[in-house]
């Protein structure tokens, strides 16, 4: 008789270390003989029985995952309604568990997944099948409750913070006949944690970056333009990090792409630098220069922070012997126990106290005039970046990642159609 086998599926946007992640979920499994399926290309997969084997994995190929930036087995971004919505699906889940006979399933994403594993694991309950739910936290917006920080962020986080000094040195030099204003835009729809990371780049007031625009405070075009000629009086050019979500006072969004939706409903957002460098330019004569770095924001291993590397394989290593202590529709979080030194442990925390809540910048966390951060959001960020993560380089000179055999296990039932 099986004893039972592990379900792993990654959600959404994928960030530098979800694989950490995922290595150490499939390796935790493995040293207590537990064997762990992937579902390719996150919930879609499990919907269509498209599972992976893991075992067919040699040892050193999942110890490589760590290292590995991407989604090793495919993720994506797609939304299950409520229970009573979306039953059909939902119903068709468990029959995919049953046929595997998966009596433990991981799902690791941010909000929407932690409330997908939360109706999954009520529906097996009313069904009565032994199946235990556990959400894994990844996001690099930081935006997860009850977590103290989210493993993805800090590596994107020290990506912007890096970014920033280094594009600001380049700015600082040419400033005088050409470049006047630099406009960055990062991640972040509704919470600005990643562009608050910015503010870790420059150490005094003179320093770049010299505006910070949050999603958390609304944008008035006038004000932000009157600080960017202040700026650049003082100092003699003005670096500009602008969250790709910040809105006007009666909350449309400054800048979207052509108003298209997400597969969760949201409002595409993007382009926002592109829109303040050309207001920057016709109202205040500036050379303006933008950048927008999209995908590399969470894709850039080769600056992953140390402390977010490790999270990120201590919530995998988690979440596991919850799933096979019983913990049922719980999720590894990290829970801060000190600022200097820095330290941090991980906790079982329910998913129902994560699932559809957003943590935003605290307010005392933003500068008064809001176009900065302040000393406690440094005190809370800075250790999150800290530290280099472990990467293999090859003699052509690029990082050795891997790729997964992902051989596929057979399907047992009649296609989905859904």
Known sequence: MSQGTLLYAQSGGVTAVINATASAVISEARARKIKVLAARNGILGALREELIDTSKESAASIAALAHTPGGAFGSCRYKLKSLEADRARYERLLEVFKAHDVRWFLYNGGNDSADTALKVSQLAKEYGYPLTCVGVPKTIDNDLAVTDTCPGFGSAAKYTAVS????????????????????????????????????????????????????????????????????????????VVASEGIHTADGQFVADAGGAKDSFGHTQLGGVASYL??????ELGYKVHWTLPDYLQRSARHIASRTDWEQ???????????????????????????????????????????????????????????????????????????????????????????????????????????
Request: charged share 25%.
């Open 164 to 239: 920033v000094r280094e594009a600001a040195l380049d700015v600082a030099a040419m400033a005088e006949t050409s470049t006047r204003v630099f406009i960055y835009e990062a991640m972040g729809r509704h919470a600005g944690w990643l562009a608050a990371a910015a503010g870790l780049a420059g150490g005094s007031a003179d320093d770049a970056p010299h505006i910070i625009l949050l999603p958390e405070r609304a944008y008035d075009e006038a004000t932000f333009l009157a600080k960017v000629k202040q700026v650049v009086a003082k100092v003699g050019y003005c670096v």
């Open 277 to 282: 460098a050309g207001r920057v330019k016709a």
């Open 312 to 418: 990120a394989q201590a919530v995998g290593k988690a979440a596991v012997q919850f799933a096979l202590k019983g913990q049922n529709s719980v999720m590894p979080v990290i829970v801060r126990t000190a600022d200097a030194p820095y330290r941090w442990k991980i906790e079982a925390a329910p998913l129902s106290k994560v699932a559809n809540h957003e943590k935003k910048m605290p307010a005392g966390f933003i500068r008064k005039d809001g176009f900065g951060i302040t000393e406690k959001a440094r005190r809370y960020l800075q250790p999150l970046i800290r530290g280099e993560a472990p990467l293999p380089y090859g003699r052509d000179g690029l990082p050795k990642y891997v790729t997964l055999k992902n051989v596929a296990v057979a399907k047992k039932l009649p296609g989905w159609e859904g």
